[in-house]
């Protein structure tokens, strides 16, 4: 008999062939009356082989005598030829699941592929990833968690490989978010990626949520405190010219401002004054002051010669006439206060009133009329012909004078000395004999009486006001002091020389008798308040009866 060839056998007697090993089996020998079951991890899908084929990668086979092998399940895999099992030892009859951090989704696959970046699998034999959640992220492959996105950042989707940096004017005080917070109103971020905001600072303010910076307080106003939403105007009184600022500064001394919220104070108009500072408003000068500039810190009272009877003016009035006319207190408050001579006169029967206020000249017709009357103070009437003599004297209060007498000019001269003012200085206006009737105060003198000074007193001409004295502010004269005017008796000046021949001589002292005796001329009572005559050399004229001019006698 003939031995059974290798993939055969014959396990029976007298036959005349042999049988091919089934699928699944297999006989690598001659002569043999079995096959051999393939092994495990190994196959035959035909009849009358002489071995078994491994299994390939990716499946496995964990039964003998198969005639097929199984691909690996998704969640494992198998990178060897001919094994039992996914994990790649002979033997197994499972493949090997997919380790913490990788996947396989698919059957029969060699190995696992580890988890993209976002993503992530804490368990075994997977055959998905898990995205990470937002407010979380995995930068790596293979990854068995997500980290929580740091303080400062954020992730608002899943599966994501990083989070997101907050932007300027929001923060993250916490881990793991998945928005930032907008700043609250008062606070700001500049910085992208922070975990806080930031207070605004004094001087600034923020009245928005999620910005990136405060504005400065504009000018007007101002904030002291830190982590305000406005600031505040600055009150009355006060201003701010910089933007930016933690307070207001008070107006200076000379202005004011009404209004909040003003960059710059005003200056106080002419006319009116302020003294202190903060301020809201200026204070008009009273009657008898006035201010003429602007933002000054107090009037000036209205000089002697002039009046103010408003407030808040900027300048005072004049009397009628800068010459003859003045006050005898500074801050007159009424042009009553001006003391001064006033004369009316009409020529002609039908003539208008016309007034004179200084010396003057009145021409009229032959034979025509002139009416006079002196309204204030005295005057004198003197005859164009012999101009330095007194032709009459019209005093105030006396009947209207009626002239007619041919001449046709006339010269008038009001009388100021021991009028308006007193002359005798060293009496202190003892022969005073104006007609005032107040004292300086301008209250009115008892029972009407005049201003005078009968007894010599230091306060000059004065009256009796509630029953004590009170002095009328009476000033001494200075219309004719430096001058000579008339016969020369009000002379007050300070010449003591005379020139005789071209020759300087110095002038005698009144009180020495040489070289020339003069006893009626020597310094008395009388003859010091009239004339003015005392232990000095100046010119005076006590003989006016003799002497048309001051004189004095030559050593």
């Known amino acids: 008999c003939s031995a059974c060839a290798a993939g055969t056998f014959q396990d029976k007697e007298g036959q005349v062939s042999c049988t091919g090993c089934a699928a699944g089996s297999f006989q690598d020998q001659e002569g043999q009356s079995t096959c051999s079951a393939c092994a495990a991890g190994t196959f035959q899908d035909q009849e009358g082989?002489?071995?078994?084929?491994?299994?390939?990668?990716?499946?496995?086979?964990?039964?003998?005598?198969?005639?097929?092998?199984?691909s690996c399940a998704a969640g494992s895999s198998q990178d060897k030829e001919g094994q039992v099992s996914c994990t790649g030892q002979e033997g197994q009859s499972t493949?090997?699941?997919?380790?913490?951090?990788?996947?396989?989704?698919?059957?029969?696959?060699?190995?696992?592929?580890?988890?993209a970046a976002g993503s992530f699998q804490d368990q075994e034999g997977q055959s998905t990833c898990s995205a990470c959640a937002a407010g979380s992220y995995q930068d790596q492959e293979g990854q068995t968690s997500c980290s929580s996105c740091a303080a400062g950042t954020f992730q608002d989707k899943s599966g994501q490989p990083?989070?997101?940096?907050?932007?300027?004017?929001?923060?993250?005080?916490?881990?793991?978010?998945?928005?930032?917070?907008?700043?609250?109103?008062?606070?700001?971020?500049?910085e992208a990626g922070q975990t806080s905001c930031t207070v605004c600072a004094a001087g600034t303010f923020q009245d928005q949520a999620g910005q990136e910076s405060c504005p400065s307080c504009a000018a007007g106003t101002s904030q002291a405190l830190t982590g305000?939403?406005?600031?505040?105007?600055?009150?009355?009184?006060?201003?701010?010219?910089?933007?930016?600022?933690?307070?207001?500064?008070?107006?200076?001394?000379?202005?004011?401002?009404?209004?909040?919220?003003?960059?710059?104070?005003?200056?106080?108009?002419?006319?009116?004054?302020?003294?202190?500072?903060?301020?809201?408003?200026?204070?008009?000068?009273?009657?008898?002051?006035?201010?003429?500039?602007?933002?000054?810190?107090?009037?000036?009272?209205?000089?002697?010669?002039?009046?103010?009877?408003?407030?808040?003016?900027?300048?005072?009035?004049?009397?009628?006439?800068?010459?003859?006319?003045?006050?005898?207190?500074?801050?007159?408050?009424?042009?009553?206060?001006?003391?001064?001579?006033?004369?009316?006169?009409?020529?002609?029967?039908?003539?208008?009133?016309?007034?004179?206020?200084?010396t003057g000249t009145i021409s009229v017709k032959a034979n025509e009329q002139l009416d006079l009357n002196a309204e204030s103070g005295n005057w004198i009437v003197r005859h164009p012909n012999d101009p330095y003599r007194e032709y009459f004297i019209i005093k105030q209060g006396d009947a209207e004078i009626h002239l007619d007498t041919g001449v046709t000019e006339w010269l008038l001269e009001p009388m100021i000395g021991n009028v308006f003012c007193f002359k005798d200085v060293e009496g202190h206006g003892q022969y005073f004999g104006g007609y005032q009737t107040k004292d300086a105060q301008g209250r009115p003198c008892d029972d009407g009486q005049y201003c005078r000074n009968s007894y010599t007193l230091e306060m000059g001409p004065h009256c009796m006001v509630n029953n004590q004295p009170s002095s009328c502010g009476i000033p001494t004269c200075v219309w004719d002091v430096q001058c000579s005017a008339g016969d020369g008796i009000g002379y007050r000046g300070?010449?003591?020389?005379?020139?005789?021949?071209?020759?300087?001589?110095?002038?005698?002292?009144w009180n020495q008798d040489?070289?020339?005796?003069?006893?009626?001329?020597?310094?008395?009572?009388?003859?010091?308040?009239?004339?003015?005559?005392?232990?000095?050399?100046?010119?005076?004229?006590?003989?006016?009866?003799?002497?048309?001019?001051?004189?004095?006698?030559?050593?």
Not at 51 to 58: D, E, I, K, L, P
Not at 275 to 303: I, P
């Open 49 to 70: 082989q002489i071995s078994c084929t491994n299994c390939v990668a990716g499946s496995f086979q964990d039964q003998e005598g198969q005639t097929s092998c199984s």
């Open 95 to 115: 493949c090997s699941a997919c380790a913490a951090g990788t996947f396989q989704d698919k059957e029969g696959q060699v190995s696992c592929t580890d988890c």
């Open 162 to 190: 990083s989070c997101s940096e907050c932007a300027t004017g929001s923060y993250q005080d916490q881990e793991g978010q998945s928005a930032c917070s907008a700043c609250a109103i008062g606070t700001y971020q500049d």
């Open 228 to 358: 305000q939403t406005s600031c505040s105007d600055c009150a009355v009184g006060s201003f701010q010219d910089k933007e930016g600022q933690t307070s207001c500064s008070t107006c200076a001394v000379g202005s004011y401002q009404d209004k909040e919220g003003q960059a710059s104070c005003v200056l106080c108009a002419a006319g009116s004054y302020q003294d202190k500072e903060g301020q809201e408003t200026c204070a008009l000068c009273s009657a008898g002051s006035y201010q003429d500039n602007v933002g000054e810190t107090a009037c000036m009272l209205c000089s002697k010669g002039s009046y103010q009877d408003k407030s808040g003016s900027p300048s005072c009035n004049k009397c009628r006439d800068e010459l003859t006319y003045t006050t005898y207190i500074e801050g007159s408050v009424s042009a009553d206060d001006c003391q001064g001579p006033l004369l009316s006169f009409k020529v002609g029967k039908k003539g208008e009133t016309q007034f004179m206020t200084n």
């Open 494 to 509: 300070t010449v003591n020389a005379a020139t005789e021949k071209s020759k300087t001589i110095t002038c005698q002292a």
């Open 514 to 555: 040489f070289p020339h005796v003069h006893p009626q001329f020597h310094p008395s009572s009388s003859n010091t308040a009239i004339y003015g005559v005392g232990k000095h050399t100046f010119c005076r004229n006590p003989d006016p009866k003799k002497k048309k001019v001051p004189t004095a006698t030559l050593r």
